[in-house]
């Protein structure tokens, strides 16, 4: 599978999604509340994400996703 990441994170509200490139879906998305967040955490670094090679960002990616994921599961638990 490919994925792209799609980032405006030049904006006053960044946001963040990765989509499936065969169907343009969104398979995760990060608003700026969660952007700051996984920033302020040090899970997150802007610039690497901006610097690195598109090639090179398979691992981001995955660790997008398991973020993403992470995050909707932590979220849940307090519903």
């Known amino acids: 599978m490919t ?13 963040l999604r ?3 490139c065969g169907s ?9 509340a969660a952007i ?7 899970d997150l670094d802007l610039h690497e994400l901006e610097q690195t ?4 960002l398979k691992e981001t ?3 997008l996703f ?3 994921y992470a995050r909707a599961l932590g979220q849940s638990h307090w519903l």
């Open 3 to 15: 994925y792209l990441i799609d980032a405006w994170l030049e904006r006053p509200e960044p946001r």
């Open 36 to 42: 700051r967040e996984l920033v302020d955490q040090g």
């Open 66 to 68: 398991l973020l993403c």
């Open 53 to 56: 090679p598109p090639h090179a």
């Open 61 to 63: 990616v995955r660790q």
């Open 24 to 32: 343009g879906r969104v398979c995760a998305e990060f608003d700026s």
């Open 18 to 20: 990765i989509l499936h």
